[in-house]
């Protein structure tokens, strides 16, 4: 399998370099109106903005800096296939202007400009982000009623163009399958908070750049990506900051298109994908070992997994995971401006497959020969089986 990627140091206000209808999913986190990181990206793009937030005028700001993301968001319209999905990061601001303190709710005013040019929501995620200072408190303190609230959470908007996508070639169907998660993966990455997710590792080429990135943790991109898309689409972030999304579609292998407008986030890029083979490694083999822990566990409580993985023959929950297949990522070039070509291996990691030799490695294959009864499901895990087989 092979993937392509290219970055382009433009404003995605214009992405007519890409065609329209040829983009699978949309991942991306756009500066966040009303935060003051922000402030100066929005006035280069209107520099009416900086009058309004001059003279206190708070709401007439926030709604020009989302002036210019509506358009972003058109462009996205354009380039998703139907059936293809949006989702964007994004926080709320909370901000003084003059004596007056209030919430701007950037991620209802984005939703309703989705949802006007004819997107369909669905059900979204919000992500607990860690906080260094957990007691701090806006207002009045301990006094009522002039305290505010601690933002701690970001949401992910999950929109679809037009009707559910279809998969219906025989090559589409297995892809699809080859794309599947694991059983234990879905029951957490689909539920609709996320407390889970660490800072981000990101290494950034200088303090500046680190300072002005609000880069996303790699998880973010890389369950969403594995979530609504599969192996060999082209996945686009119109705000692509550091790369984050850029190196999850690597890992996942996926193609991917990222636009940036700020030219000295190059150089991070750059840093970002020479260290994508490894972070891409490194996280097969945790998702693998981490299923491993599972069947283990499973095994040692005395139920038995019904299906064996058809690549890797380990055993598996579902029907629907076996003929799941991570691919490893061989070599990555650059091949043009700003273009990158990755090569993966098609073939599972030995150290996982559990044929005569490998599975004396692995600790639960002794427990798939004994002869235990499988412990006896309850109703609500009948339901659950019978919904993935
Ligand atoms: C919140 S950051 C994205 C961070 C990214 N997710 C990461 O992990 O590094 C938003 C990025 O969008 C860029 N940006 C802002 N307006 C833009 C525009 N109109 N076109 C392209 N990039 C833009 C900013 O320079 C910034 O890097």
Redesign the pocket.
Known sequence: METTHRIFF????DMSALSPASVDLVV?????PMIQMWDE?FID?NPAIRKALADQRGMAAFEMMHK?LDC?WEEVLRLLKFGGLACINIGDATRTIGNDFMLYPNHSRILAKMLDIGFSALPEILWRKQTNAPNKFMGSGMLPAGAYVTLEHEHILILRKGPKREFRSAIEKRIRRESAIFWEERNAWYSDVWFDLKG?T?KMATDDVRH?????PFEIPYRLINMFSVKEDRVL?????????MLAAIAAGRHSNG????PD?RKANLSGLTEVKELAKVKTANRLDNHMAFVNQRYASGSKLKYRNKHYGFPVMTNQETELLFNTLESIAETGDNTFKVCYCDKPQEKYVTDQEGSKRLKFFSCLDDNKPEAEPSPKKNIQRRLFD
């Open positions: 433009q404003n995605s206000n991306t986190s756009p500066p966040y990206v793009l210019e972003v981000t990101q002005r990135s609000a880069a996303f972030d119109p705000f692509l900051g550091t790369g984050t999304t636009f940036e407008i700020e986030f």
